[in-house]
């Protein structure tokens, strides 16, 4: 199992990134996986996650209505698109799945099996 994420940077509050996670040893039609981050003093948090078997979501309060979460299988890619960012979204960005039988709210509360090394995000004000 390997996921390694990309797209993360520097943009202004307001702005926007699209950030990838490309996955390998196990396909992107079971299951949950998802976007964790943490800001330097604070513990991870899951911000939004997927259930790639039935495609329901869910998202923290923290990033709802801003943030979106998809998978495409074909590509073996999930994908997190970020809008409206605020510097309190600056962090390590992480891609995790959970390869049993985790929810999309599971995978975010407990966190995941498998974890990507991270991409920054820094969003100045």
């Known amino acids: 199992v390997q996921l390694v994420e990309s797209g993360g940077g520097l943009v202004q509050a307001g702005g926007s990134l699209r950030l990838s996670c490309a996955v390998t040893?196990?396909?992107?039609?079971?299951?949950?996986i998802g976007w964790f981050r943490q800001a330097p003093g604070k513990e991870r948090e899951g911000v939004s996650c997927?259930?790639?078997?039935?495609?329901?979501?869910h998202y923290s309060d923290s990033v709802k209505g801003r943030f979106t979460v998809s998978a495409d299988a074909a590509k073996s890619t999930v994908y997190l698109q970020m809008d409206n960012l605020r510097p309190e979204d600056t962090a390590v960005y992480y891609c995790?799945?959970?390869?049993?039988?985790?929810?999309?709210?599971?995978?975010?509360?407990?966190?995941?099996?498998?974890w990507g090394q991270g991409t920054q995000v820094t969003v100045s004000s």
């Open positions: 040893g196990f396909t992107l039609n079971r299951p949950a």
């Open positions: 997927l259930s790639t078997w039935n495609d329901i979501t």
């Open positions: 995790g799945v959970d390869l049993g039988h985790s929810s999309s709210y599971e995978l975010c509360k407990r966190g995941p099996s498998d």
